[in-house]
Structure formats: structure tokens, C-alpha cells
């Protein structure tokens, strides 16, 4: 288990109000998947219902991702929900999103 799921954020870090939204759209949209990843895992975790995750990691495992970028701390719930939010958005394939993953959201992150 994470002891503090916040560390695992590169953008969201617990304020009510998006920090990013007049400023830069591409952070806005992060902070905000961040934000639902983390309302998300507080209610599974309140309410032992783990459909909304469990559907994103269904997915994420159907396209062969489970050992995908496995070394960093962003946990595979958070990961199955960006792939699940960039490749729709993008009509992205799975080699889209890793090239995205590694070199935009990782290389770019603010912590």
C-alpha cells in the first residue's frame, strides 16, 4: 500500500481549485486526472468499490501494460487511468502513450 498516494502526483497536490487552469491547458488537464485518481482511490478505498479502477487496470492489462515503466512509484491505477484519458483524447495507440509517458509527463513533471 502507498503510504502517501499525494507523492505519487507529479501536478495535483491536494488544492481545491486547479492551480494550472488560466496559465497552461496540458498541466490542467494532468492536475485534474490526478485529482480524479486520487477522489477515485479515496472512495475505493472508503467504500470498497473499486469498479472505476478496476475497469481502468482491465484495460491497461488488455493492452499488455502491467510491466510498463514498473521502476517509477506512479502506481498501475494511476497509469491505467492517463493511458486510458491520453489515448482517448489522442486516438493514441500503446506505443503513443509510453513515448508520451516517459517523455512528456515524467520528463516534464514538476516535483
Not at 28 to 37: I, S
Not at 86 to 105: I, L, P, Q, R, S
Request: charged share 30%; net charge negative.
Amino acid at each position: 500500500m502507498i503510504e502517501d498516494p499525494l507523492q505519487c502526483c507529479r501536478y495535483y497536490n491536494g488544492e481545491k481549485e486547479n492551480p494550472f487552469e488560466d496559465k497552461d491547458q496540458n498541466n490542467a488537464m494532468l492536475w485534474f486526472y490526478e485529482r480524479c485518481w486520487m477522489e477515485q482511490r479515496n472512495l475505493a478505498l472508503d467504500n470498497d468499490n473499486y469498479r472505476f479502477l478496476f475497469d481502468m487496470v482491465k484495460e491497461y492489462m488488455y493492452y499488455g501494460l502491467m510491466m510498463f515503466a514498473d521502476h517509477d512509484k506512479a502506481p498501475v491505477t494511476l497509469k491505467s487511468l492517463l493511458f486510458n484519458r491520453y489515448c482517448h483524447w489522442n486516438y493514441a495507440d500503446v506505443d503513443e502513450f509510453k513515448y508520451w509517458y516517459n517523455n512528456t509527463y515524467k520528463a516534464e513533471a514538476i516535483r
